[in-house]
T-cell receptor, first 115, second 114 residues
Framework: EAGVTQFPSHSVIEKGQTVTLRCDPISGHDNLYWYRRVMGKEIKFLLH????????ESGMPNNRFLAERTGGTYSTLKVQPAELEDSGVYFCASSLVGGTRETQYFGPGTRLLVL | AQSVAQPEDQVNVAEGNPLTVKCTYS??????LFWYVQYPNRGLQFLLK??????LVKGSYGFEAEFNKSQTSFHLKKPSALVSDSALYFC????????????FGAGTRLAVHP
């Protein structure tokens, strides 16, 4: 069974440009999460989808970040316009069911560098 | 507020020796605790979790972790370290009745020397 996949693996952009990250969860997983690790610090939650609905977006840093999950399958995370402090590794995770005791399975991450 | 602390940025251990990677947590409600590992150029890989029951949890690759409620700790252990265990280890917590998201520590880099 394929795991969580993310594209691209790396992205280097200039400040002010737009970048879109994609996540494909494990097939059949209704719950999809985005996290971010900035500059060697802790991994921080961004948001949680249940199917196509945003269940919790309390971790989204500001309105330059837009996440979508049309059709309840893959998800995109767009940063527009990108700022220097957006650099980091963006992880996507999925779980079959929701609930705080469920294991979330992570993808390899997208390493974003904003210059 | 929920939080996780991994007090050591790096742990060094000789191959064949036991290893411990420390984690303490703070949550309201019953904690659910997780360990993940990130190998170089790879994603986060689930190792083990504590939900309820036996305080000693066994996971992948010979790792285990002990839940200690009084010390609010969930240290990761392995009896005999391998060079291939060298990686970045993350402790995470969620809680019963809490939001459906993981709170992570900053990570501990484990270096196992031959």
């Amino acid at each position: 069974e394929a795991g969580v996949t993310q594209f691209p693996s790396h992205s280097v952009i200039e400040k002010g440009q737009t970048v879109t990250l994609r996540c494909d969860p494990i097939s059949g997983h209704d719950n999809l999460y985005w996290y971010r690790r900035v500059m060697g610090k802790e991994i921080k939650f961004l948001l949680h989808f249940v199917k196509e609905s945003k269940q919790d977006e309390s971790g989204m840093p500001n309105n330059r970040f837009l996440a979508e999950r049309t059709g309840g399958t893959y998800s995109t995370l767009k940063v527009q316009p990108a700022e220097l402090e957006d650099s980091g590794v963006y992880f996507c995770a999925s779980s079959l069911v929701g609930g705080t005791r469920e294991t979330q399975y992570f993808g390899p991450g997208t390493r974003l560098l904003v210059l | 507020a929920q939080s996780v602390a991994q007090p050591e940025d790096q742990v060094n251990v000789a191959e064949g020796n036991p290893l411990t990677v420390k984690c303490t947590y703070s949550v309201s409600g019953n904690p659910y605790l997780f360990w993940y590992v990130q190998y170089p150029n790879r994603g986060l890989q689930f190792l083990l979790k504590y939900i309820t029951g036996d305080n000693l949890v066994k996971g992948s690759y010979g790792f285990e972790a002990e839940f200690n409620k009084s010390q609010t700790s969930f240290h990761l252990k392995k009896p005999s370290a391998l060079v291939s265990d060298s990686a970045l280890y993350f402790c995470a917590v969620s809680s019963q009745g809490g939001y459906n998201k993981l709170i992570f520590g900053a990570g501990t880099r484990l270096a196992v020397h031959p």
